[in-house]
């Protein structure tokens, strides 16, 4: 089965630091797309950054970046310059095939002033 | 520009009762999915459509059925709700999983 885990549950930063929230999947599949999902206290989920699995180059989106390591099954998301509304739980996401996604329990983070 | 609209936002049912959740799109997707969002468990899926006139089964479909007449729409129902169907539930479209889900704004349901 395939599946996407997330091991830190929550993490807590000081605004403007740097944080990274880790992601591993499994798959036995070549090519597939990987997604960070922001969902902040507002419920609403918000598409964060995307990764195509056949692509070496890591996706950047302003301050959101990732480390994708394919052979390691690792999908990290870099927050730099953390901002107050920030605070959201991160939702990793991976192709499941059949035009579906399975997502990780998610880590809550915050950011403190 | 709606999106993905779900109506209700919130909801109470009694152990038993029945209801319906609706999900519309403006976007002309193709794919509508159902998830369910549970403390320390993120999303699941629920069910799924791939196309107008198609459903199939996701991760936990028991006790939930759906059906996908119009293409703009995907309706999700609970025959008889049990308190383990308290949850968040989301539904979420696409044109295709390389652009990822567009999702509604959820429906809080509560089973007593």
Redesign the interface.
Known sequence: AQT?T?SQ?EMSVQEAETVTLSCTYDTSESNY?L?W?KQPP????I?VI?Q?AYKQQNATENRFSVNFQKAAKSFSLKISDSQLGDTAMY?C?F?QG?????????TRLTINP | NAGVTQTPKFRVLKTGQSMTLLCAQDMNHEYMYWYRQDPGMGLRLIHYSVGEGTTAKGEVPDGYNVSRLKKQNFLLGLESAAPSQTSVYFCASSSGISYGYTFGSGTRLTVV
């Open positions: 996407v997330q549950p797309y997604f999902y507002s419920r609403q989920m598409l995307r195509e939702f996401a192709e059949a035009q579906k996604l399975v997502f990780g329990q998610g």
